[in-house]
């Protein structure tokens, strides 16, 4: 196999990253057509997403790596828009709170679920709300001038639905972990 195909996946995920001054100098102008080229580029960003994934299983090149760096690269994406998005109002800051806190408190239990050698599958729930994240955010992005159409105000309660969803996604990583330990216990 081709080292390009092995690194591909890598290389999609850090796109991620990479995005992310894109996206917030765009956003700082807080102007009609920057916001829709922020939102347009936020949107092609979570798309690679399910293509890091996706390229990983078809070469055969998922990695312990790409396991963490593809969490973490969501979160700088949806993390860093999700701030820039505060000082114009569009979003509540206690959705953002809850947001990295749960973030925050997930990644910590992933470290120790990691020096614990136990493995906790994503669930739906979480899925649901990273979804709903990547459709939310964008629509937060666009003023609602654009198009006629009240896409700021669309987006900001389904952020509010995923920020739920985030809160029981949290609870139910914890309770996975606490399952998965106790049943290491002999």
Same mark, same amino acid.
């Given at each position: 196999?081709?080292?390009?195909?092995? %690194?591909? $996946?890598?290389?999609?995920?850090?796109?991620?990253?990479?995005?992310? $001054?894109?996206?917030?100098?765009?956003?700082? =102008?807080?102007?009609?057509?920057?916001? *829709?080229? +922020?939102?347009?580029?936020? *949107?092609? @960003?979570?798309?690679? /997403?399910?293509?890091?994934?996706?390229?990983?299983?078809?070469?055969?090149?998922?990695?312990? #790596?790409? %396991?963490?760096? /593809? =969490?973490?690269? /969501? %979160?700088?994406?949806?993390?860093?828009?999700?701030?820039?998005?505060? $000082? +114009?109002?569009?979003?509540?800051?206690?959705?953002?709170?809850?947001?990295? @806190?749960? /973030?925050?408190? *997930?990644?910590?239990?992933? +470290?120790?679920?990691?020096?614990?050698?136990?493995?906790?599958?994503?669930? =739906?729930?979480?899925?649901?709300?990273?979804?709903?994240? #990547?459709?939310?955010?964008?629509?937060? #992005?666009?003023?609602?001038?654009?198009?006629?159409? =009240?896409?700021?105000?669309?987006?900001?309660?389904?952020?509010?639905? @995923?920020?739920?969803? +985030?809160?029981?996604?949290?609870?139910?990583?914890?309770?996975?972990?606490?399952?998965?330990? %106790?049943?290491?216990? $002999?």
């Amino acid at each position: 196999m081709p080292e390009w195909k092995k %690194k591909l $996946p890598m290389w999609i995920t850090m796109s991620r990253i990479f995005t992310v $001054p894109v996206i917030v100098a765009l956003l700082y =102008p807080n102007q009609l057509w920057t916001n *829709i080229a +922020s939102a347009l580029l936020f *949107i092609l @960003s979570s798309i690679t /997403d399910y293509y890091d994934g996706y390229f990983a299983r078809k070469f055969n090149a998922t990695s312990t #790596m790409g %396991k963490f760096m /593809d =969490p973490i690269a /969501d %979160k700088i994406l949806v993390t860093s828009t999700l701030v820039m998005l505060i $000082p +114009s109002e569009r979003i509540d800051p206690l959705m953002v709170i809850i947001i990295l @806190s749960r /973030d925050i408190f *997930i990644g910590g239990i992933r +470290s120790i679920a990691a020096a614990d050698q136990i493995i906790i599958d994503a669930k =739906p729930v979480g899925k649901w709300k990273t979804a709903l994240q #990547m459709v939310a955010i964008p629509a937060v #992005m666009i003023d609602q001038r654009a198009f006629q159409i =009240p896409f700021e105000h669309i987006g900001y309660w389904v952020l509010w639905i @995923s920020t739920i969803l +985030s809160v029981t996604s949290g609870a139910q990583y914890y309770f996975g972990y606490l399952k998965a330990k %106790k049943a290491l216990k $002999p």
